[in-house]
């Protein structure tokens, strides 16, 4: 397979860029230091840290809006979905339909944002004699015009249930692709929220985790010609993508009508793969609010401000679980 396959390849900062209908993915990815027994770090935060706004990686780690805490404090969604993968770490959720949870370590949290929701997310630090790693991916997924008003949602998709699909090459060498979305073969991801872009099979949204083994080569099997398919090369050395070669933290964007031969290059990799038939409809963004048009993200503020998409129930801005809590949702 020659190269035509590729479509562009593109470079990989903090928010990737993504194709509709898809709004864009961040990964995130920080080594927290201990933590203080507060679940925030063991260092000063006053020194080199813009607190409130910390996206700057000094020390290998962020703060985010949190502001003892790491994180992201009450915030409003309208218009769009949001779909947080976490590899490593735990995050700790609440929203203003009283809902919470606490997640991590390979589990996904698959939420609707609709008409309107807020919530908060937090990175507790709970290892107070060793580093907190976190390593999480978080996309956004539009919704067309008439589900930007269902009522919000949230679905837990736990990892025990994340069907593993394992393959080997003709080499004996292993592929492993993690279902977050979509089917590979006879096996099937879980479902996600009912109102979803991704709940329809003919929108073919697919997200996979792809972990390829030293020199292994796979096949990504082929969709229809009326989907976008992207694959983002985020761990790694090289790999070659039907037949030309990719240094790692790169985006490829790939024909999705045909299947493409990845060759792993000599050290294990890892690649999330994102595809879906667009939502072919105007997308206006501002903030936390993706609508159709200016005039309806005015009234998202309007709204907004109004109603505050509901009661906050909890007693402070940036909710964290009590510390012996394990993995949980309500």
Same mark, same amino acid.
């Given at each position: 397979?020659?190269?035509?396959?590729?479509?562009?390849?593109?470079?990989?900062?903090?928010?990737?860029?993504?194709?509709?209908?898809?709004?864009?993915?961040?990964?995130?990815?920080?080594?927290?230091?201990?933590?203080?027994?507060?679940?925030?770090?063991?260092?000063?935060?006053?020194?080199?840290?813009?607190?409130?706004?910390?996206?700057?990686?000094?020390?290998?780690?962020?703060?985010?809006?949190?502001?003892?805490?790491?994180?992201?404090?009450?915030?409003?969604?309208?218009?769009?979905?949001?779909?947080?993968?976490?590899?490593?770490?735990?995050?700790?959720?609440?929203?203003?339909?009283?809902?919470?949870?606490?997640?991590?370590?390979?589990?996904?949290?698959?939420?609707? !944002?609709?008409?309107? @929701?807020?919530?908060?997310?937090?990175?507790?630090? =709970?290892? *107070? #004699?060793?580093?907190?790693?976190?390593? $999480?991916?978080?996309?956004?997924?539009?919704?067309?015009?008439?589900?930007?008003?269902?009522?919000?949602?949230?679905?837990?998709?736990?990892?025990?249930?994340?069907?593993?699909?394992?393959?080997?090459?003709?080499?004996?060498?292993?592929?492993?692709?993690?279902?977050?979305?979509?089917?590979?073969?006879?096996?099937?991801?879980?479902?996600?929220?009912?109102?979803?872009?991704?709940?329809?099979?003919?929108?073919?949204?697919?997200?996979?985790?792809?972990?390829?083994?030293?020199?292994?080569?796979?096949?990504?099997?082929?969709?229809?010609?009326?989907?976008?398919?992207?694959?983002?090369?985020?761990?790694?050395?090289?790999?070659?993508?039907?037949?030309?070669?990719?240094? !790692?933290?790169?985006? @490829?964007?790939?024909?999705?009508?045909?299947?493409? =031969?990845? *060759? #792993?290059?000599?050290?294990?990799?890892? $690649?999330?793969?994102?595809?879906?038939?667009?939502?072919?409809?105007?997308?206006?963004?501002?903030?936390?609010?993706?609508?159709?048009?200016?005039?309806?993200?005015?009234?998202?503020?309007?709204?907004?401000?109004?109603?505050?998409?509901?009661?906050?129930?909890?007693?402070?801005?940036?909710?964290?679980?009590?510390?012996?809590?394990?993995?949980?949702?309500?």
């Amino acid at each position: 397979m020659s190269d035509t396959s590729i479509i562009e390849i593109k470079d990989l900062g903090f928010q990737w860029s993504t194709n509709n209908p898809f709004l864009f993915c961040v990964h995130h990815k920080d080594d927290f230091p201990r933590g203080n027994g507060k679940m925030g770090p063991e260092s000063s935060l006053l020194e080199g840290r813009r607190l409130g706004n910390d996206f700057t990686l000094k020390d290998g780690w962020r703060m985010y809006h949190g502001m003892e805490i790491p994180g992201f404090p009450q915030h409003p969604h309208r218009g769009f979905e949001t779909i947080t993968i976490v590899l490593e770490g735990l995050v700790d959720h609440a929203d203003s339909m009283g809902a919470a949870g606490r997640y991590g370590h390979g589990d996904v949290q698959w939420m609707t !944002a609709g008409r309107g @929701i807020q919530h908060c997310e937090m990175f507790p630090l =709970l290892n *107070e #004699n060793r580093e907190n790693h976190l390593e $999480l991916f978080q996309i956004w997924l539009n919704l067309p015009a008439k589900d930007k008003f269902v009522e919000p949602s949230y679905k837990m998709l736990w990892k025990e249930d994340i069907p593993i699909v394992s393959l080997s090459d003709q080499a004996g060498k292993s592929t492993e692709i993690t279902i977050i979305a979509g089917p590979i073969g006879d096996a099937l991801a879980p479902a996600p929220t009912p109102d979803s872009w991704a709940a329809k099979a003919e929108n073919e949204v697919a997200i996979w985790l792809i972990k390829m083994e030293a020199g292994a080569e796979w096949k990504i099997p082929s969709g229809s010609e009326n989907i976008l398919r992207s694959l983002y090369f985020y761990r790694g050395s090289k790999i070659k993508v039907a037949g030309r070669e990719v240094p !790692a933290y790169k985006a @490829i964007d790939i024909i999705p009508d045909h299947d493409v =031969l990845l *060759e #792993n290059g000599p050290k294990t990799s890892y $690649l999330l793969l994102l595809q879906g038939r667009p939502i072919n409809e105007p997308v206006v963004q501002y903030g936390p609010f993706v609508m159709n048009t200016q005039a309806e993200i005015q009234q998202a503020f309007e709204d907004y401000r109004r109603t505050g998409f509901g009661t906050w129930p909890w007693p402070e801005a940036a909710v964290v679980h009590d510390r012996d809590m394990g993995r949980f949702a309500k």
